[in-house]
């Protein structure tokens, strides 16, 4: 059943799909760079769409 919620994904997971540690992935957060879904006081979390967006918005031209 689909419920139209976005899948929430941790910083370790995050880290995976771009390559860095979680560390950088919540300091890119705290940085307004990639946007963050905070779920309590310490729980943070980010949507698919954002990570995407934020590999889209660092994209560069292939290199020849």
């Given at each position: ?6 899948k929430?994904l ?7 799909i771009?390559?860095?540690h ?5 300091d890119?957060?705290?940085r ?10 310490r729980?943070i979390?980010f949507?698919?769409s954002?990570?995407?967006?934020y ?5 560069t031209?292939?290199?020849?």
């Open positions: 059943m689909e419920t139209g919620l976005a929430l941790t910083a370790d997971q995050v880290g995976e771009i390559g860095r979680p560390r950088i992935v919540l890119l957060a705290r307004g760079e990639l946007t963050a879904v905070r779920l309590g006081h729980t979390r949507q698919e954002d990570v995407q967006d590999i889209d918005a660092h994209r031209p292939a290199l020849s």
